[in-house]
């Protein structure tokens, strides 16, 4: 059985899902003392140089940029994570506190099956933990991108074929990792941001999180 972290829980889900948003509601409710939110690519040096490529200033190879997606995840379970970040994932989920990633390595997984094929993304996501709980933002490409729509400028991946495949590669992933005793919990996206904020509330107690 893989090794799950305790006090860990990840959001999922193509470009436009809501996990962001779901993060910043998490926040601002009346359990947000217990948790810490952090997200992936992360506000370190790697990761920065990561949203640097995602925002199209510059193009790398794909396997490339699947070693540094690996390399800003190691930093963030096991480093700095960034300037802000209090130490890795794992010493704040020791000290008590329920972290809680917008993005973890199951979009690596995702999107690099896309773009370099299952075999590299899977290799390199071999040396990491699974969280406790794993919520999965299930949305249509096309609401997702009528969603980003509003945002403004677009990041390379936020095309709806790409998506599409993405979409297919993300539940074919996540259903790998059913039995490994990590919870998966599947998330309606296209419902109202406080419906389904009261979906993850709901989940988080029935797993005995906030009563830690």
Known sequence: M???LRNFIVFEGIDGAGTSTQIEMLMNSPHARKFFPTAEPTNGET?????????GEFRLDPRTAAYLFAADRCEHLWGTGGDDFNGG?????????IVVSDRYLFSSIA???VTCGGELAKMLQAPFPLPELLFFFKIAPEVSLSRIGGRGKR????????????EERY?????????????????DAAKTK????AEIIGAISDAGMLER
Do not use: D, N
């Open 2 to 4: 893989a090794m799950i």
């Open 47 to 55: 990761g920065r140089f990561l949203r640097r490529m995602l925002g």
């Open 89 to 97: 994932i794992e010493r704040i989920c020791a000290g008590g506190k």
């Open 111 to 113: 999107y690099q099956s």
């Open 155 to 166: 990041e390379i991946y936020e095309e709806v074929e790409f998506l599409r495949k993405t």
């Open 171 to 187: 539940e074919r992933a996540i259903s790998e990792f059913e039995g490994t005793g990590m919870k998966i919990v599947t998330i």
């Open 194 to 197: 406080e419906e389904v904020a």
